[in-house]
């Protein structure tokens, strides 16, 4: 195997809140191959944005610590050198809010420029971002109202990738988009991932895109990791009953989807309260296999078969590659 | 007679930059019991359409032409305790947001109270009030009842405020229920659960629906019959099958293959460019400027052609005349 570029170990995020602590992170241990897309998949509230602040340094983590390229992460982005900041950027869900009406994409995209000062002109640079993002270099003078949804969101794409990081986390980057737009945008994401070897978290709720973009999937549910396992493995064997009532309740456009679905699931229920978590599995109020034990014993992340975890009383059994001889 | 008729009707909404021409004669016809979905874009006149037929449409907004009938009387025209009946008895509108639907001040017990009492032909008793509101929210699915009277929006979930929201609006939906874009803001599961439970009461009671979304996969498993919106103008209407199965406007084609598939491909193109603005709109077909089958008779306005086994589109390439494939 490759080294990986990023690895979460133990992970916790806990919040003071009245009455008690939100378990926004529980546990969470990852592993981000180089030049790979991660799909970290969830309901709101699961603690997929959590995660993605712990990476970016915006939250210390509770617990645990993230290594990147081998060496440890300070916890707290403040305590990065700009060198490590550098190579990590982020992508919010909406452009409308994290573009400054007031700026124009040339001076949005300057920001980052001039903190990590190059050796080119800031303006042959701001240029060369918005041909990388596919938009004409007029738009530098423009103001982000004078944009569309998209093309704001490319903007802010190409201010991520100012500072040539390496690993971009993209937090629902196409969430508030039209489908349309969507399938520009990722294909540009795509296209950049290629070019420019990156490596992307891509957090989103959206499984059928996960489908097309991810390399790997993993399933989160308040605040813990449930599955996870390569894509095309993913999507032909899913093993949790979450991730099957997720699938099961994605509204699809064709035949052939709705027969690539697992055996329907209907969603009951909804998320827990993050301050009262059910005990044990604390997925067991909304799960059509529950079990005794899951009331009481909250289920370990087994690598259940090869390459594919999951935290579920149903398979009990770790996976053993068999020696080959 | 059809329950709701919507004809060649034109709205512009006057702004400081001039006019926005945004319905460019709309054709809508809805049978009793019947479910329709209208399907497009954002800003493509899905909203104005049904706000219109509530005549809900901001103080900017001017009927330019056309009309909508109610079971054969003029909406547009009507007076207004005549449009008040028709509120209080007969059509209701769901919206996207519930948080934005519900007040934030008064608990779920003064809002449904009201809606109930201004519903009511007779001066409704406390009991007889608390009943009714019992029953509805027992339609909507809400459990414990007694503590959902008692909460202010912000003490419920997502999933729970737009099943509060449904309830209301079945007060006075007795015939046409208005759906805009019921799911769109609730996680995946939660939007399984209201569809179906939506689905059931209408159903059972015999609503007509009007159902508005971007997703197109929701639509498809709710509704008989669908119009497909582009940029103010109906380009194509059919069965729900024969749309999704054998989509005939290049926008509808475009439309569905946009969306990325839970079976995977990779992602698609989507469509290139965005909706024209409504300042200056193309005078003949207003999809021309994205259109990949682009030709001359495109700079006038297309009608509705036969296209497919059982579909209507409003393209040239279904004209006789003027086929050049």
């Known amino acids: 195997m490759n080294s990986p570029i990023m690895t979460g170990e133990g992970l916790k995020k806990y919040f003071p809140a009245k009455g008690g602590v939100i378990k926004a992170v529980d546990e969470v241990d990852f592993e981000i191959q ?111 109202e004078e944009l569309g949804g998209g ?32 399938a520009k945008i990722i294909n540009v994401l795509m296209r950049l991932k290629d070019k420019l070897g990156l490596t992307y978290v891509f957090i989103t709720h959206n499984l059928s895109l996960m489908r097309n973009v991810s390399d790997r999937v993993m399933i989160m549910y ?20 979450y991730t099957r009532m997720l699938l099961s309740s994605i509204p699809v456009v064709t035949d052939a989807e709705e027969a690539a679905k697992p055996e329907k699931i209907q969603s009951m229920g909804e998320i827990a309260g993050a301050l009262d978590l059910p005990p044990g599995c604390s997925f067991n109020p909304r799960c059509s296999h529950v079990m005794d034990v899951c009331k009481t014993v909250d289920p370990p992340l087994l690598e259940v078969a090869p390459q594919h975890w999951c935290d579920c009383h149903l398979y009990p059994k770790e996976f053993k590659p068999t020696p080959t001889a | 007679m059809p329950l709701l008729e919507v004809k060649d009707l034109r709205v ?75 509120r209080r008895k007969k059509m209701s509108m769901i919206f996207q947001d519930p948080s934005a639907a519900l007040n934030p001040v008064f608990t779920i017990r003064q809002q449904l109270y009201d809606i109930i009492k201004f519903s009511a032909d007779t001066r409704l008793s406390k009991e007889e009030t608390h009943e009714g509101a019992l029953k509805y929210l027992k339609e909507a699915a809400l459990p414990e009842p007694e503590r959902i009277l008692d909460s202010y929006p912000f003490q419920l979930s997502g999933g729970m405020k737009q099943r509060v929201s449904i309830a209301m609006a079945l007060v006075s939906a007795n015939e046409l229920l208005i759906a805009d874009e019921p799911g769109t803001s609730l996680d995946v599961t939660i939007e399984d659960q209201i569809m179906r439970l939506l689905k059931k009461i209408v159903e059972e009671k015999e609503i007509s629906v009007i159902l508005i979304t971007h997703a197109l996969g929701t639509v498809k498993n709710f509704v008989d019959r669908i119009y497909v919106m582009y940029a103010g103008t109906i380009v194509e209407e059919g069965p729900t099958k024969e749309v999704f ?12 293959k946009a969306v990325p598939k839970l079976t995977g491909g990779g992602v698609p193109e989507g469509i290139l460019g965005q909706v024209p603005s409504y300042l200056t709109p193309p005078s ?18 297309p009608r ?4 497919g086994t059982d579909q209507k589109a409003a393209c040239f390439l279904y004209d006789e005349g003027h086929r050049s494939k």
């Open chain 1, 34 to 144: 180089k030049g790979e897309v991660l799909g970290v998949v969830g309901e709101s509230g699961s603690g997929k944005t959590t995660l993605g602040n712990m990476i970016m340094g915006v939250y210390p983590p509770t617990s645990g610590q993230i290594i990147f390229n081998g060496k440890p992460l300070p916890s707290r982005a403040k305590d990065r050198p700009v060198q490590m900041k550098r190579e990590i950027q982020m992508v919010f869900q909406n452009p409308a809010s994290s573009l400054n009406p007031k700026r124009s994409v040339k001076q949005a995209l300057e920001v980052p420029l001039k903190v990590n000062r190059g050796g080119q002109s800031v303006r042959q640079r701001v240029y060369e971002l918005l041909e990388l993002v596919e938009l004409p270099v007029e738009y530098a003078d423009r103001y982000p």
């Open chain 1, 151 to 182: 093309e704001k969101q490319l903007v802010a794409i190409a201010r991520a990738l100012a500072t040539n990081p390496s690993l971009v986390v993209l937090d629902e980057p196409t969430s508030a988009l039209d489908v349309s737009i969507q």
């Open chain 1, 222 to 241: 308040l605040g813990k990791v449930r599955e996870v396992a390569a894509t095309e493995e993913f999507f032909r064997n899913p093993l949790h009953p």
């Open chain 2, 12 to 86: 512009n909404y006057r702004v400081y930059e001039g006019t926005l021409k945004v319905l460019n004669g709309v054709n809508i016809s809805l049978e009793k019991g019947e479910k329709v979905g209208i399907i497009g874009e954002s800003a493509c006149g899905k909203t104005t359409t049904v706000k219109s037929v509530m005549r809900l449409l901001a103080s900017n907004a001017k009927i330019a032409g056309g009309e909508v009938r109610y079971a054969g009387e003029d909406v547009l025209t009507m007076a207004k305790g005549r449009l008040r009946d028709l």
């Open chain 2, 245 to 256: 199965n054998n989509p005939q406007h290049p926008y509808t084609q475009m439309l569905i």
């Open chain 2, 284 to 301: 003949g077909c207003r999809f021309v400027t994205r259109c990949p089958y682009r030709m001359e008779v495109c700079d006038q306005v």
């Open chain 2, 304 to 307: 509705m052609y036969k296209a």
